[in-house]
């Protein structure tokens, strides 16, 4: 039988983006292996970064360069609806459902501020979490399950996200231990 990953959808192994919100603040996480198959091609990249003039930080699953235009295009609604990022979500995610070139794009994105934390798919789903953690990726539910266990005994978020990272890395063979965390200050 032939793997169609237009009726399984995609495959989302191959790294892990956590995100954290404490009381005063939050880290976004990911690991820095890039997978081709069974074979490590890159173990620094970089998959969480800062965009709207640096004040949301963002992390993708997926494939990069669709991860990049999907950035650019949250960039244009961002552009569009300053200072509101759920808005510029829905935009994006309505976008990403209904225009055939986005539909084929294959990747997952959290993005945060100071206020929320979503996860934006292209089924059109816009996620806030309900708990203070978020993961996704191949290692995403061990990294969501340590940093979960984690929350009532560690305070700041980037302690509790790189402890977390490290449990996910330690767990799942398409996760790194090199890790890009980028913070705000709530």
Known sequence: MINDKSSNGPDWHGTTILAVRTDTQVAMLSDGQVSMGQTVMKGNARKVRRIGGGDILAGFAGATADAFTLFERLEQK??????????????????????????????????????????????????EPEHSVVAVGSGGNYALSAARALVGYETDAETLGRKAMQIAADICVYTNGHFTVETLDV
């Open 78 to 127: 961002l552009e569009r609806f300053p200072n509101q990022l759920q808005r510029a979500a829905v935009e994006l995610a309505k976008e990403w459902r209904t225009e055939k070139y986005l539909q084929k794009l294959e990747a997952l994105l959290i993005v945060a501020d100071k206020e929320t934390t979503l996860v934006i798919t292209g089924s059109g789903d816009v996620l």
